[in-house]
Every structure is written in structure tokens, then in C-alpha cells.
């Protein structure tokens, strides 16, 4: 009796063994799997040496601030020299000022606030056309043709450095308008600097928002009907 309980011993601990060593087996080849498919997404280090080169350049300029860093996701300044970034943040500065005095002026008109008088020699009065985008095909041809010829020549003549004093992108003083900039210190000028910026941003998402939901319709807080 004792000698088949030992042998049925022996043999209980044979099989508990080869189901450890067959579940090892099994781990081993799932990790390998699990490691072989991931490395098939990561990036290669070759191009993710580049990124962290590129990125290196621009990490400490005005606008990089937490918690996204030098954020980049298409890649414009991969490769890029001072020239290259100096171009894109004065993009960035006009779209964000075209946007403040777009979000501003959506928010005016709909608190119900326009200007006096008339808008054409009709007699139609700034109040009687729609809101947003809405008005831009509720305008005639030939107030639309003044607002683009308007805008193009602030474009060419105005909002630009003509006199090449401009001590960064979208300084558009041109030794004339100063309102008291020369009187900070350099930490204030930053501040301010990045308050625009920051705030440029904020307005081209804000106006984006204000555009997709006019197309859906609905009242928004504060804007209200859309």
C-alpha cells in the first residue's frame, strides 16, 4: 500500500513539473510574440534621434511651456533653422490676432451690439445682417471687394516690418507705435509676449469652435443662439 502511494506520489510530482516546464514554454514564446509586435510600432532610434535633435533647438523658446513641451506632431521643425521657426511664429502670431478680433467681434455682434448708421447707401443698417460667417454671404459683392482690398492693404503696408527694426516676429512698431514697450525690462516684454501668444492660441480654437457650431446650430453659454 505504502509503495503505490509512493509511486502514485512520484508520478503527481512528474506531472506537476511537466505542466511547469510546458507553462514556462508557454510564456517564453508569448512574451516573444508580445515583444516582436511591439517593436514592429516602435519607432526606429535613427529617426527618433532626429526628433530629439531638432527638438533640442527650439526647447527653450518663448511659447514651450508645460505640460506639452515642444509640441510639434507634424514634424515643422524637423531639420529647421532659426530662419524656418521665425517664419512659422509670425504665422502664428497673425492667425492668433485675426482670431482674438474674430472670437471678439462673433461675441460683440451677438451680445447684440453693432455700429450706428447704415451699412450701404440703401440704407440697410449694420443690425439688419446676420451674425458670423452668416454675414459674409449676406454682404453684397461690393462690401465683401472693400473688405478684401482693406485687408490687403494692411497686409502689404501696414502689418509688417517696413522699417527692419523688428526685434522679434509680429513686432510691427516700425519706430512709430510704441505705447510705452521700450519702458519694460526684458522679463515684462517676455510676459506680455507670451500672454499674446497664449492668448492667440486660445482664439484660433475658440473661433474654430464658434464656426463648426454655427454650422450645427443650438445656443452656446454666453455667445448664445448660434
Do not use: C
Request: hydrophobic fraction near 45%.
Amino acid at each position: 500500500f505504502f509503495l503505490s502511494l509512493e509511486n502514485l506520489s512520484s508520478q503527481l510530482q512528474l506531472h506537476t513539473n511537466t505542466l511547469s516546464t510546458t507553462k514556462m514554454k508557454l510564456f517564453a514564446i508569448s512574451a516573444a510574440l508580445l515583444t516582436a509586435s511591439a517593436s514592429a510600432f516602435a519607432p526606429s532610434s535613427i529617426a527618433k534621434s532626429t526628433t530629439t535633435l531638432s527638438a533640442t533647438n527650439f526647447e527653450d523658446v518663448l511659447g514651450v511651456q508645460a505640460p506639452l513641451g515642444l509640441y510639434d506632431p507634424l514634424g515643422l521643425l524637423d531639420d529647421a533653422d532659426e530662419e524656418r521657426f521665425n517664419r512659422l511664429r509670425y504665422v502664428e502670431i497673425k492667425h492668433g490676432r485675426v482670431s482674438m478680433l474674430a472670437f471678439l467681434g462673433n461675441i460683440i455682434t451677438r451680445a447684440g451690439l453693432h455700429l450706428p448708421g447704415s451699412i450701404d447707401k440703401a440704407g440697410d443698417s449694420f443690425d439688419s445682417f446676420p451674425n458670423g460667417y452668416a454675414a459674409v454671404t449676406a454682404i453684397p459683392g461690393a462690401g465683401v471687394l472693400q473688405l478684401v482690398a482693406f485687408v490687403g492693404f494692411l497686409e502689404l503696408f501696414v502689418m509688417r516690418d517696413v522699417t527692419g527694426t523688428n526685434e522679434f516676429p509680429g513686432d510691427f512698431r516700425n519706430d512709430s507705435l510704441d505705447l510705452g514697450w521700450d519702458t519694460f525690462d526684458e522679463d515684462t516684454k517676455l510676459f506680455k509676449r507670451g500672454v499674446e501668444l497664449n492668448n492667440g492660441r486660445a482664439a484660433m480654437l475658440g473661433i474654430l469652435g464658434l464656426m463648426v457650431h454655427e454650422q450645427l446650430g443650438g445656443v452656446l453659454p454666453i455667445v448664445g443662439q448660434m
